[in-house]
C-alpha cells in the first residue's frame, strides 16, 4: 500500500518548457488535488478533481491544465513553464482527511 | 474574503511542557477543520479533525478544541518531546460544496530538549 506517489521529485525547466507532474494514489479515494507549496505562502489549491471524470479550478490555476486519468490518477500539466512557478507541487487524495505524496520540487529557470 | 490565521513566528518550548498552537479565521462557518503536520521536505500528514458540533477531540498526546464563536481553534501537544518539531497546519473546508481544503500557512514548533 503506498498511499499517494508522485514523479518527478526533482525537475529543473527552461522558461517556456512543458511537462507533467504525475500522481497516483491507490486508497480508492474518489477526490484528488493539486497544490503548490511557497515559502510564506501555504498550500494554495490549483486544481481538484472530486470523483473521476471531473475537474475544477481551485485557488491559482492559470498556467495549469490537469487530468483525471482514471479513479487512481491525476496529472498536472504546465504548457509554457514560467519562473513563477518555481514552487513544491504536493498531490493529494482523500475522503475527508487528506493524504500527501511527497511532493515534486520544480524549478523554472 | 475568506482567511486563515496562524501565528507566522516560530514557537519555541522546553520538551515535557505543553505546546499550544492558535488558527484563527474570518468570514466563514466551516464544517469541520483539520490539523496537519509537515516535517521539511515532506508532505503534510493528517493529524486530527474536529467537527462544528464538536468542542474538543483527543488523540494521545494531542488535544484539538474549536469554538466557533470565536472563531478559533487551539491545538495542544502534551509532554512534548523533541521529535514533536515540525511545522503544524490547520486547514477548513471553506466551500463544502467543492469538497477542497484552504490551509494556513503554518507554525513551526521547535521543542528543546
Known amino acids: 500500500n503506498a498511499g499517494v506517489t508522485q514523479t518527478p521529485k526533482f525537475q529543473v525547466l527552461k522558461t517556456g518548457q512543458s511537462m507533467t507532474l504525475q500522481c497516483a494514489?491507490?486508497?480508492?479515494?474518489?477526490?484528488?488535488?493539486?497544490?503548490?507549496?511557497?515559502?510564506?505562502m501555504g498550500l494554495r489549491l490549483i486544481y481538484y478533481s472530486a470523483s473521476e471524470g471531473?475537474?475544477?479550478?481551485?485557488?491559482?490555476?492559470n498556467g495549469y491544465n490537469v487530468s483525471r486519468l482514471n479513479k487512481r490518477e491525476f496529472s498536472l500539466r504546465l504548457e509554457s513553464a514560467a519562473p513563477s512557478q518555481t514552487s513544491v507541487y504536493f498531490c493529494a487524495s482523500s475522503r475527508a482527511e487528506q493524504y500527501f505524496g511527497p511532493g515534486t520540487r520544480l524549478t523554472v529557470t | 474574503s475568506q482567511k486563515i490565521?496562524?501565528?507566522?513566528?516560530?514557537?519555541?518550548?522546553?520538551?515535557?511542557?505543553?505546546?499550544?498552537?492558535?488558527?484563527?479565521?474570518?468570514?466563514?462557518?466551516?464544517?469541520?477543520?483539520?490539523?496537519?503536520?509537515?516535517?521539511?521536505?515532506?508532505?503534510?500528514?493528517?493529524?486530527?479533525?474536529?467537527r462544528e458540533n464538536e468542542k474538543e477531540k483527543r488523540k494521545e498526546r494531542l488535544k484539538v478544541t474549536f469554538d466557533t464563536t470565536l472563531k478559533q481553534s487551539l491545538f495542544h501537544i502534551t509532554a512534548s518531546q523533541?521529535?514533536?518539531?515540525?511545522t503544524y497546519l490547520c486547514a477548513l473546508d471553506l466551500d463544502t460544496g467543492r469538497r477542497a481544503l484552504t490551509f494556513g500557512s503554518g507554525t513551526r514548533l521547535q521543542v528543546q530538549p
Open chain 2, 5 to 50: 490565521e496562524q501565528n507566522s513566528e516560530a514557537l519555541n518550548i522546553q520538551e515535557g511542557k505543553t505546546a499550544t498552537l492558535t488558527c484563527n479565521y474570518t468570514n466563514y462557518s466551516p464544517a469541520y477543520l483539520q490539523w496537519y503536520r509537515q516535517d521539511p521536505g515532506r508532505g503534510p500528514v493528517f493529524l486530527l479533525l474536529i
Open chain 2, 82 to 86: 523533541p521529535a514533536d518539531s515540525a
Open chain 1, 54 to 61: 471531473t475537474t475544477d479550478k481551485g485557488e491559482v490555476p
Open chain 1, 25 to 40: 494514489q491507490d486508497m480508492n479515494h474518489n477526490s484528488m488535488y493539486w497544490y503548490r507549496q511557497d515559502p510564506g
